[in-house]
């Protein structure tokens, strides 16, 4: 009776939500001393099938698991290949920032909701990201780019503490060039070779000219940046259902067990973590 308990068990196909994935680093660079940049190849060779927004879980093996945001556009996948870039805050990371080509990693996912591409189509777009918020909305924008006929017009706005914090400089340096892309940046402190704006990202917004019925934004920062931009994109007139906000800090299993992600009702995990402004502005400690 057991062996037969066992062979059924042995039947039953493995949830690969539940199950890491076997995936090879296939190109690991650092961006800045706390930024590390990976391409990684999922070895089963199928698509991960992301959409801009959701997170995957990375495992080392023997360590653990944390989420990570997919940084790369789903328009640019093949064969199974996304990016992410990892800022060293823990033990988890410092392992993952000494990982180099070659080495292997279990990847579950992708988790969550990201952003809600079909409403967004056709409408301007209003892209702003605080700092590391880039990474994952670095997706976005190059979902957007690769499909730039589907959308209206586009602003990328970008704060960072200071110009040594910059990411992906050379796409920036591409998004300055393109006419059909607008983009500007701010910077906390400023250094003698910065020529640019030097102030809070909420400066950056009163000046925009845009059709606030017709905007849809996608913000990604930190939580105390969200407080001050909503005030000023409200006075901009954008409606709320029409300004995303990412909770991606509050990541943890990715399928709503371990309650870290909880917000009153609310699991981010699932439910996120991307949401309208109207969808958690009464929600107690969501922003």
Known sequence: MTDKITDQVKKVPVEPLYSPRAATILEAEFMTDMEKFFTIRLDDGEPLEHMPGQFVQLSLFGLGEAPISISSSPTSEKKGIFEICVRKVGTFTEALHGLEKGDRIGVRGPFGNGFPIDKMKANDLLLVAGGLGIVPLRSLINYIIDRRKEFGDVLILLGC???????????????????????????????????????????????????????????????????????????????????????????????????????NHIYVCQEGPVFTLDEIENVEEAL
Request: glycine fraction near 8%; charge should be negative; charged fraction near 25%.
């Open 161 to 263: 503490k200071s110009p040594q914090e910059r990411l992906f400089l050379d796409e920036i340096e591409e998004w300055e060039q393109m006419a059909d892309i607008g983009y500007s940046c701010t910077v906390d402190r400023a250094d003698p070779d910065w020529k640019g704006n030097v102030g809070l990202i909420t400066e950056l917004i009163p000046g925009i000219n845009i059709d606030p019925y017709r905007t849809y934004v996608a913000c990604v920062g930190p939580p105390v940046m969200y407080k001050f931009v909503i005030v000023e994109l409200l006075q901009k007139g954008i409606p709320k259902n029409q300004i995303l906000l990412s909770l991606e800090r509050r990541m943890r299993c990715g399928l709503g067990k371990c309650g870290h992600c909880q917000v």
